[in-house]
């Protein structure tokens, strides 16, 4: 099945182990975030922690 990043809108392929394949296929619309768009959006937060 494929889907697409919340974020940047890269397609990626995934499989029954994946933890949100049966509520995607289900109809339930869950928020999928790509492994890069994950670490761009956690070293952005630490980035913000540190300057304060």
């Given at each position: 099945m494929e889907i697409r990043c919340a974020l940047c809108g890269k397609k990626m392929e995934?499989?029954?182990?994946?933890?949100?394949?049966?509520?995607?296929?289900?109809?339930?619309?869950?928020?999928?975030?790509?492994?890069?768009?994950?670490r761009a959006a956690a070293y952005e937060a630490k980035k913000q922690l540190e300057q304060v």
């Open positions: 995934i499989n029954k182990m994946n933890k949100d394949f049966e509520d995607i296929r289900s109809g339930k619309k869950p928020v999928i975030i790509c492994p890069m768009c994950q």
